[in-house]
């Protein structure tokens, strides 16, 4: 079956410090991947894709994603994590998978 | 502004009432969809239009209805049968299905009274 695995529902991450969220994809064919995040009470919010091209996808709000075709990851990453960062964090592949989301909490 | 508005924002329904979820987008998108969000948990697609006057079953189909009669207009109809519609209903829309991002309305907050 296809599917979208991120395996921590929690990171904790302080402020300045680099955060990491963890996405694993498992589908037939060429994956698109996308990031979004949600905000309290909020719908979602587009972040970054990958369709084609370069490996290394740079988004809004400074962050950016890694793919990994050996690996079959898309991890999100951000080099100086803000408190305003916190919130729910999806990834997604095109064929309407979703990961079941990751809590980021960043802590002055 | 182009967007994608839901209505209302939160909605009460009695017991063996059916009620409908309101979504318009002035995107020009094909594609719109209907996701169900429970406290905690991720997104979950109820049904997905590709286009004007055609729809498919997501996941979690049972219970629910839709119509696409209009590009813009993708309105979810939560019926009695759905035994347990106490949900954050969520709209979106892109250009296509697969490689498009898509855009998400506000979301409305169904409660049952």
């Known amino acids: 079956a296809q599917s979208v695995a991120q395996p921590e529902d929690q990171v904790n991450v302080a402020e300045g410090n680099p955060l990491t969220v963890k996405c694993t994809y498992s589908?037939?064919?060429?994956?698109?991947l996308f990031w979004y995040v949600q905000y309290p009470n909020r719908g979602l919010q587009f972040l970054l894709k990958?369709?084609?091209?370069?490996?290394l996808v740079k988004g809004s709000y400074g962050f950016e994603a890694e793919f990994n075709k050996s690996q079959t990851s898309f991890h999100l990453k951000k080099p100086s994590a803000l408190v305003s960062d916190s919130a729910l964090y999806f990834c997604v592949e095109g064929k309407l998978i979703f990961g079941q989301g990751t809590e980021l909490s960043v802590k002055p | 502004d182009g967007g994608i508005t839901q209505s209302p924002k939160y909605l009460f329904r009695k017991e063996g009432q059916n009620v409908t979820l309101s979504c318009e987008q002035n995107?020009?998108?094909?594609?719109m969809y209907w996701y169900r969000q429970d406290p905690g948990q991720g997104l979950r697609l109820i049904y997905y239009?590709?286009?004007?006057?055609?729809?498919q079953k997501g996941d979690i189909a049972e219970g629910y209805s839709v119509s696409r009669e209009k590009k813009e207009s993708f309105p979810l109809t939560v019926t009695s049968a759905q035994k347990n519609p106490t949900a954050f209903y969520l709209c979106a829309s892109s250009m296509t299905v697969s490689n498009q991002p898509q855009h998400f309305g506000d979301g409305t907050r169904l409660s049952i009274l």
């Open positions: 990958y369709i084609t091209g370069d490996n």
């Open positions: 239009s590709q286009i004007v006057n055609d729809f």
């Open positions: 995107l020009n998108h094909d594609a």
């Open positions: 589908v037939s064919g060429n994956p698109y």
